[in-house]
């Protein structure tokens, strides 16, 4: 990994910190190919990954030297290099970027940010790709892609329609407006807001909450919960009833 993005575990639970407090925890295809690196190395035994940042935000998006003008980023392309690649060959960097967006929901974990102050464009998306986001009262989320002739285009687009529903996620992100942390909590984005000198206790009260129940019920909740917006009503039902099947068989040692 980078010196801008640490990981701890301990036990079940995995810390990944963005640690470039100096620009605000902005973003490079560095910071993702070590994120998408956390992803496929995380010990078997991880139940729970928080997702934190040193400094006053969360993340100030991309970083704005890969940028036209921006002056570059040693070793990185700009973005004027992708916009030169043949279409085949930017779909295929785009979707090795949205690597470090797409793992945070897997079935067999829980995922949570811990976001304060800035999280904007990248930023923003990175928060979407956890399971629960606790914020601090100073949050101020913003999706600034548009404005600037781009499109969101790190996973971050399907979890936002999920929480606030299509128009509101168009009006967020056509405008790029700022949402703090009163309508974040009220729009669903954050799962919570707490003072800012008490983020970093309550993302771990929660994490350490998030692994009191067995993982394997765990496990089945959040699958049924993640599938229930494309089931209709019997068939949730009738998901429900197979994996309280499998529960039930796996407490009492039927299981396979």
Known sequence: M????????TGQLAVVTLDNPDRRNAQTPATWRDLAGIGRSLPGDVRVVLLRAEGTSFSAGLDRRLFPGGGGVPGEPALTDLAERDDADVDAAIAVFQEAFTWWRRPDLVSIAAVQGHAV??????ALACDLRVCADDVQFAMLETQLGLVPDLAGTKPLVDLVGHARALEICLTGRRIGAAEAAALGIATSVVPRADLDTAAMALANALTAAPRNAVVETKALLAGAATRSYDEQRAAEREAQTRRLKDLLGAGE
């Open 121 to 126: 464009g990248a930023g923003f998306q990175l």
């Open 2 to 9: 980078s010196e801008y993005v640490r990981l701890e575990t």
